[in-house]
């Protein structure tokens, strides 16, 4: 029977790399699928489905991840585009093994969304999720690559610590 609360936990990992943004979020997608089109029933349910409702299911969890997430970049909303996604198949899979292994726990699904614009002279990301993806664990990460020659110092600047803003 599917849940109407929140998923249990959720973890993004936020990249600014040369001015591009990607989110990949790990979350319980099966349990996201249902929850979202109740009428499926459980996880199991999703192997039995036919071929227009595993589309259809796939279809509406996409679009609220898409839709539902948010990046603001210096104040400026900028769109995320899901650009990695399992397909029917995989999730036809992933339930099926899901109802051959009840009482083992699901693992996260890694979704892939990107900002569709380079952003320039970022100072201040803000990333929110859909509320249906659960409490959230975010981690920031800004990889930076240095080419040094034979004894040459290297130095990284530091991100400063940042708070959390409640209630977003």
Request: proline share 6%.
């Given at each position: 029977?599917?849940?109407?609360?929140?998923?249990?936990?959720?973890?993004?990992?936020?990249?600014?790399?040369?001015?591009?943004?990607?989110?990949?979020?790990?979350?319980?997608?099966?349990?996201?699928m249902t929850q979202l089109n109740p009428k499926l029933g459980d996880v199991t349910a999703l192997t039995r489905?036919?071929?227009?409702?595993?589309?259809?299911?796939?279809?509406?969890?996409?679009?609220?991840?898409?839709?539902?997430?948010?990046?603001?970049?210096?104040?400026?909303?900028?769109?995320?585009?899901?650009?990695?996604?399992?397909?029917?198949?995989?999730?036809?899979?992933l339930s099926g093994y899901a109802a051959a292994n009840p009482r083992t726990r699901r693992e996260p699904v890694?979704?892939?969304?990107?900002?569709?614009?380079?952003?320039?002279?970022?100072?201040?990301?803000?990333?929110?999720?859909?509320?249906?993806?659960?409490?959230?664990?975010?981690?920031?990460?800004?990889?930076?690559?240095r080419l040094a020659t034979a004894g040459e110092r290297v130095a990284f600047p530091v991100l400063a610590p940042?708070?959390?803003?409640?209630?977003?």
């Open positions: 029977m599917p849940s109407a609360q929140a998923l249990e936990s959720s973890a993004a990992r936020i990249t600014l790399r040369d001015d591009h943004i990607e989110v990949l979020v790990e979350l319980d997608l099966l349990g996201l489905a036919d071929e227009s409702g595993l589309m259809q299911a796939t279809q509406v969890t996409k679009d609220l991840l898409q839709k539902g997430s948010q990046l603001i970049v210096n104040g400026a909303t900028s769109p995320l585009l899901v650009t990695g996604f399992p397909t029917p198949a995989d999730i036809r899979n890694v979704i892939r969304l990107e900002a569709l614009k380079p952003v320039t002279g970022a100072h201040e990301l803000t990333v929110t999720l859909p509320k249906e993806a659960g409490a959230v664990r975010y981690t920031f990460v800004q990889p930076s690559t940042q708070t959390t803003a409640r209630g977003h």
